[in-house]
């Protein structure tokens, strides 16, 4: 089946400083990804739809200044938090889609801002 | 906009026993629905899911559920429990047009010996 890589799988970064992480579709091309985050003991918000070769687009409520998405390539959408601080520690995870009907995670990564 | 109710925060059951999650869809249509189980610290994993045909639906690890429109529910169950079932189960919705997903809160699954 499909398979979707997120790196890093966990991070711990100073507040102020910006984090990267990377959700990559390793068998099939993906026009279009989507973020989620989780906080502890929550469920799994959706943040944003990235799609390749445009700007993605943002749910209510999520600044799209401070969480950057880029979508460069039919493999490759980066989230990047920047200048972080700690209520933006939690769990992050990228989905993507092949076709209209199957949804496969990456394996999520854990930001701690200390 | 779709959403999901799973009215159980928390179940504890006995290994051997069945179990059966609970989980209430909102949307308009006939959505896609899907159970996720998350182990402490890890990503999330697909047990089943529905798009149409047999309302009865088969998954990994001995789960099924069954999608009943009348009551806008799609409950998992598993016959008989195994310790490494416990978890955190997810119940989700996409809609058919943009295939975002409406997570459920979350049913915690403690299993005792």
């Known amino acids: 089946g499909a398979v979707v890589s997120q790196h890093p799988s966990w991070v711990i970064c100073k507040s102020g400083t910006s984090v990267k992480i990377e959700c990559r579709s390793l068998?099939?091309?993906?026009?279009?990804m989507f973020w989620y985050r989780q906080f502890p003991k929550q469920s799994l918000m959706l943040m944003a739809t990235?799609?390749?070769?445009?700007?993605?687009?943002?749910e209510q409520g999520v600044e799209k200044d401070k969480f950057l998405i880029n979508h460069a390539s039919l493999t490759l959408s980066t989230l990047t938090v920047t200048s972080a601080h700690p209520e933006d520690s939690s769990f992050y995870i990228c989905?993507?889609?092949?076709?209209?009907?199957?949804?496969?995670f990456g394996q999520g990564t854990r930001l701690t801002v200390v | 906009a779709q959403s999901v109710t799973q009215p159980d925060i928390h179940i504890t059951v006995s290994e051997g026993a069945s179990l059966e999650l609970r989980c209430n869809y909102s949307?308009?249509?006939?959505?896609?629905l899907f159970w996720y189980v998350q182990s402490p610290g890890q990503g999330l994993q697909l047990l089943l899911k529905?798009?149409?045909?047999?309302?009865l639906v088969q998954g990994i690890k001995g789960f099924e559920a069954e999608f009943k429109r009348s009551q806008s529910s799609f409950n998992l169950r598993k016959p008989s429990v195994h310790w490494s079932d416990a978890a955190e189960y997810f119940c989700?919705?996409?809609?058919?047009?943009?295939?975002?997903?409406?997570f459920g809160a979350g049913t915690t699954v403690t299993v005792r010996a």
């Open positions: 529905y798009f149409s045909g047999d309302t």
């Open positions: 990235s799609n390749e070769g445009s700007k993605a687009t943002y």
């Open positions: 068998d099939f091309q993906a026009t279009t």
């Open positions: 989905t993507t889609k092949q076709g209209n009907t199957e949804a496969f």
């Open positions: 949307y308009g249509a006939t959505p896609y």
């Open positions: 989700a919705v996409g809609a058919r047009e943009d295939y975002k997903l409406s």
